[in-house]
């Protein structure tokens, strides 16, 4: 039958996860919650992996949820996987919620992971990569030990404030874009272009230019070898971060469906 992930990852830490939990299955496809998917053979096991954002889902995430047609994989086994960095706040339970009232789907199992914690628009990045990256390897070990067994758990809604904060972000992300700035270091490259998910820069004249469809995912800032893009004048002496294990062409071969 076989067993397929969905995945949404800015920064690779999302990414890994779901390659992990993939490896760990057998015949398992890994699929970028990007784009539209549809459905055309029945699967033993569906998961979704995806960050936190704002205490809840990113805007991609929640879209892809509400529009993938699962009426012929009523019968699976459905988890989600959450990574956060400090907080997961409502970001399971959203997910449970969406897949109950849109498809009349349990979610079987959820579990958040704590992992590298990427919003440099926020905070400075934390110089312990090395011992945040072991602790979230060891944390994932059970959890790709339940999917295995496929074990059931109960997830719980959180308080309402939570719900609030992401709904303001999500009417706002798309447009969010417009305080990024490029400066003269940039060569052109174009990796910012290829590590966004959701196509949003193109190079003209060989500098990114934004089309305000945002999801604040912040790869661009992250994978940029120049430390060319910023945001307004915040994350300049920032330091950088992207996940270990997931260089720039991986994540974007992922993300077009040229690896599986
Ligand atoms: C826009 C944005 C909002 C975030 N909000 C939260 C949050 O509310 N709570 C939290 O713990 N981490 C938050 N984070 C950190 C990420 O959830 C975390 O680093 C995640 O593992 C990144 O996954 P990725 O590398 O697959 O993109 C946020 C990151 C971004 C970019
Ligand atoms: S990744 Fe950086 S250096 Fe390369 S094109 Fe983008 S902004 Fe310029
Ligand atoms: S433009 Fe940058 S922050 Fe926005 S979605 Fe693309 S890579 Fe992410």
Known sequence: MGNIVFYFSGTGNSLKTAKDISKALENCEIVSMTKSFNFTKQYDRIGFVYPT?????????IEFIENINLS???????????????????????????????????????QTLRMFSNYVIIYDMSKKINEITELSNEKLI?????????????????????????????????????????????????????????????ITDNKPCYK????????????CPQKAINYKNVTQNRGRYTNPEITYKELYEYNHGLLK
Not at 212 to 223: F, G, L, S
Request: aromatic share 14%; hydrophobic share 30%.
């Open 53 to 61: 954002y704002f205490w809840g889902l990113p805007k991609r995430v």
């Open 72 to 110: 012929g994989n009523k019968n699976a086994y459905y988890y989600a996987v959450t990574t956060y960095g400090g907080s997961a706040g409502n970001s399971l339970y959203q997910t449970y919620e969406l897949l109950f009232k849109k498809h009349g789907i349990k979610l079987n199992y959820g």
């Open 142 to 202: 059970p959890i790709i030990d339940s999917i295995k067994i496929k074990y059931n758990n109960s997830i719980n809604k959180l308080t309402s404030i939570f719900k609030f904060i992401n709904e303001d972000f999500i009417k706002k992300v798309s447009n969010m874009d417009k305080d990024f700035t490029v400066n003269d270091n940039c060569t052109g490259c174009g990796i910012c272009e290829k590590v966004c998910p959701v196509e949003n820069i193109e």
């Open 212 to 223: 305000h469809n945002c999801e604040q995912c912040v790869a661009c800032i992250q994978y």
